[in-house]
């Protein structure tokens, strides 16, 4: 089924069915007649009436929410395009279907999720577990096939299956991935010069985003996005923007993410501001590549370049810290290198957005973020405390 729209308490309808069918099967539901869609069912058992609507009532908000909670995703209890596409994921174990590489319509799923674990832990490099079979994995799992004597054709079948089981109760964990994004880190070096950084001014096209205290989160971190573009290229770093100020149409995450995979590029920053209920809030939080309870994966790289941005925001801004946050988004997902997200304070609380209209608090965050980038990529013994490095030391 494809959501047409988004989904939540008080809804009722065949796609709902389907979203409790989906959460029983999760065990995070207790089945019963309203969870099941009527063609789905075991006509053995004993149902009410089929005239019985499915409801979007408290119980499955809240198994929604858990859910949520579990994927690293906004935790909302709605359910839109991206809970609806990991509730789907989240259906599959590794034996339930045949795994093989496609250009066109690369499969997804937790099933793909574990079979890459597995490839890493036996020291098969696939890349970042992300449940996505993309050319790394299908070369991973060549590699292992061949390594195992059997017909190394990318196609993960029975008899992988069962490679994979007799090995599952010998290899131990570890973060193989991990290791080699820190190495890769090392091996580039200190310098900024010659670096490819992708920079995500987000929303536009249409699309403005939160819209409070008379500005547009669009408009905002567009007119940042080019002030960090700007110190960027003057240092070397080889900048690249997924939107321009104009556009046809909004750019879904998912282009955003193909364009930054097409450019080959160290980092993404992606930049954002927030909105909440409660004029109250404020502050700025990063976000990096992490999955909650799901497989315990993130990216060792983008949580620490994350951390080093909000440390150098909070320190030369002033603005309050909400820390750092694995999410599983799809522009930190679905990007081949460490993606960081900025919310760089809420529009709809009045000091937050006092701030964002000042062109010297612009720059003061387009420093900070710099500033974090070059930390980066500094050795410890020449790196400097939060707050303390400054452009002219590394121009």
């Known amino acids: 089924m494809t959501l047409q729209r988004q989904y939540r308490r008080g809804d009722t309808g065949p796609a709902v069915a389907e979203i409790r069918s989906k959460l029983v099967l999760l065990g995070l539901l207790d089945a019963d007649a309203r969870a099941i869609p009527a063609e789905n069912r075991d006509r053995g058992d004993a149902f009410p009436d089929d005239t019985v609507e499915a409801v979007f009532d408290d119980a499955v908000d809240r198994a929604v929410r858990h859910f949520q909670q579990q994927r690293a995703l906004t935790i909302d209890g709605v359910v839109g395009t991206e809970t609806y596409r990991q509730l789907d994921e989240a259906r599959w174990r590794l034996g339930d279907r045949v795994l093989s590489y496609s250009v066109s319509h690369m499969l997804v799923g937790d099933d793909v999720a574990t079979l890459q674990?597995?490839?890493?832990?036996?020291?098969?490099?696939?890349?970042?577990?992300?449940?996505?079979?993309?050319?790394?994995?299908?070369?991973?799992?060549?590699?292992?096939?061949?390594?195992?004597?059997?017909?190394?054709?990318?196609?993960?079948g029975p008899a992988t299956f069962r490679a994979l089981d007799r090995l599952a109760?010998?290899?131990v964990g570890g973060h193989p991935h991990a290791m080699r994004e820190s190495e890769l880190i090392l091996r580039s070096g200190p310098a900024l010069a010659g670096k490819v950084v992708v920079i995500d001014p987000g929303h536009g096209g249409g699309d403005p985003g939160?819209?409070?205290?008379?500005?547009?989160?669009?408009?905002?971190?567009?007119?940042?996005?080019?002030?960090?573009?700007?110190?960027?290229?003057a240092l070397g770093v080889q900048a690249y923007l997924t939107r321009g100020l104009d556009g046809d149409g909004p750019v879904p995450e998912e282009q955003r993410a193909a364009f930054a995979n097409a450019t080959n590029a160290?980092?993404?920053?992606?930049?954002?501001?927030?909105?909440?209920?409660?004029?109250?809030?404020r502050g700025v939080a990063t976000f990096y590549y992490g999955s909650g309870d799901h497989h315990?994966?993130?990216?060792p790289t983008g949580e620490k370049f994350a951390g080093l941005v909000q440390r150098e925001l909070c320190a030369r801004t002033g603005m309050v810290d909400c820390r750092t946050h694995g999410k599983a988004w799809p522009l930190l997902r679905?990007?081949?290198?460490?993606?960081?997200?900025?919310?760089?304070?809420y529009l709809t609380n009045p000091d937050d957005a006092a701030l964002l209209t000042q062109a010297l608090f612009r720059d003061q965050a387009?420093?900070?973020?710099?500033?974090?980038?070059?930390?980066?990529?500094?050795?410890?013994?020449?790196?400097?405390?939060?707050?303390?490095?400054?452009?002219?030391?590394?121009?």
Do not use: K
């Open 210 to 233: 939160v819209v409070a205290q008379g500005l547009g989160e669009a408009d905002v971190v567009w007119d940042l996005a080019r002030r960090l573009e700007g110190r960027l290229s």
């Open 266 to 281: 160290d980092l993404v920053i992606s930049l954002h501001s927030d909105r909440n209920d409660s004029p109250h809030a």
């Open 366 to 395: 387009a420093e900070s973020i710099v500033v974090a980038l070059q930390r980066l990529y500094l050795p410890p013994d020449q790196d400097e405390p939060t707050g303390m490095l400054r452009l002219p030391a590394f121009t």
């Open 117 to 156: 674990q597995r490839l890493l832990d036996m020291g098969f490099d696939c890349g970042r577990v992300d449940g996505i079979l993309g050319a790394a994995t299908e070369r991973a799992l060549r590699d292992f096939q061949r390594n195992y004597g059997l017909r190394a054709d990318g196609t993960c």
């Open 296 to 299: 315990g994966l993130r990216s």
């Open 169 to 171: 109760r010998t290899v």
């Open 334 to 345: 679905m990007t081949r290198m460490p993606a960081v997200r900025v919310e760089l304070g």
